[in-house]
């Protein structure tokens, strides 16, 4: 099956297999491709290590900085 990213706006795929594992788990299809799914998780992990931190996001290209300056960070994702 064929989705739009709400997210990137590209076209992916859910495979047969991807849709028995939602349909057996009773959850919704996804809404978001891999990498964005992916992406959030990682925003996710790093609100989580430092909760003031400020992420800018260019394209596949995220910036973090943390105000105390205990973390900064560059992450690249091929997408």
Known sequence: ???????????????DSGMDFYRRKQLEYPKRCKSCRELNRIIGMMIM?????RPAILTNTIIWICPEMKHLGVMRFIM
């Open 1 to 15: 099956m064929k989705r739009i990213c709400k997210q990137c706006g590209r076209e992916f795929e859910l495979t």
């Open 49 to 53: 290590v430092c909760s003031i931190f």
